[in-house]
């Protein structure tokens, strides 16, 4: 965590905690609201835009009271939602030193922008509406008359300004040597001498507590002391309150000593004993956890702390993976990026290599079938793989000598046995050649689409009886239409007629 984001709408305050650079952050608002906003103005962080938000979809630049910075700023919004954005910018250190550096004016031309380096508050009166562009620009006056607009802004770093009439432009320095005042910011652990308090014409806002002072300052810093709370006894130590990250240096009772880092004071430390180390897969399985240790390498010992960075190391084959875990009530858990795929492949089992890979990897896949290995494909790994196994399969035809189907059979194919019934089978196809077995009798065939067996079913025997007696009665007549005449005659006379 990067710090948090303090935000006061009338009288809710909310703190954001800030998880990335930039960061935006967006809550209802629900009409209109006193709003402010602010950073810790030891981080590097700067609040670069405030808008309401319409439910609509339309953004609208607030005008803020005099006059903000990007650590802190205030005014009442109109909106149905808010939306803050923070970014990059500087870290102030509790003295902020202000100066006038002098005014200027300039003529703004339709189309021309102007581009103003600095810190400057800028007073514009234009025919048009003006346009001012920038990463950390704030409107702290609007109002128009006649035709004409008056818009007054402050900007720092860089800005564009466009418009159509004239600007006036007072700059500002936030770091000389010899500065018109100070701005104090309370900040524990350091102590300022030397200073008297002021009431300047000209007033920034860093913070909601700050005091302006002159004089000749002196910086007193001290160590800070937080509270160790939890199972495991020590103590924790700030030596310099004013860097960001701040560096808490915790030494347990059991001799194990650690180095944390936060972009704001924490209240106190928390620990636990060490109860279990854990690494899970994104679909919840556990993994051997081979090793844990802090980011700088150290391993872990009996106690465990929160706000250090812990990491899990888990090896899988010959691959060693690093993760970084969280720690709750004493267990340092990881979540990964590996998966341990699991195949569904109906009547199938399967093989996958390697069991443990990162999501999304190629994977082989093998299948076996009664213990055959029958099929090998490469997967992208995912908890669950899906295997389509009907296109393993291959219907084929088999029949006897005289095309008949056969009734009732048993292919067998390698290692493999399938059984066909009224003259088809699925085959898995592990080997160019097939044994038909029928009636206890193997044939070996070529695998194709139709296999022919050199045999005869009862089909078949029905047809050649058909066709026997057919051609039987046909011969017969054929016999007897080609008799001659005086035959015919010679068997009518030797019939007896009884």
Known sequence: MLGFLFILINTTAIAVPITSIPFIYTTSLGGCANFSAYLDPLTPWG?????????????????????????????????????????????LAPLVPISIKGEDSAYLYQGVPYVINGTAVIKIKSFTPPLVEGRYVYKVGSTSAFGVYIEKYIVYDTAQVLAYGIANITYISLSDDKPDYYVEIPTRGVKIEGVKPWAPDFQLYFAPNQTTVVGRPRLVVEQIKIPVLGECRGVATVVNPLERPLRVYVKLETGEEYALSFYYLPDNITTWRLREVVARTIDGQNLPVYLVTTDDGASVGLCVVEGVSYFVYVKTNSTTYRYPAEVKNGVVEAFTDLVKPRVIAPGFNATVEPDVVKTGSNVTVRLYYNGTFVAEFIKKASPIIVINVSSLFHKIKVVDALGSPLTTFTIYVGSLKFYGHNGVAEIIPVEERAAVEINGVRYLAQIRPEIKVPTLTQESFLKIAAAATTVGVTTAFALRRKEPRATREKIERDVVEV
């Open 47 to 91: 609040i670069a835009s405030v808008y309401a938000i319409s439910n609509n979809g339309v953004l609208t630049q607030p005008t803020l009271d005099h006059y903000p910075t990007p650590k802190y700023l205030r005014g009442r919004i109109c909106g149905d939602f808010v939306t803050v954005k923070v970014d990059r910018w500087r870290s």
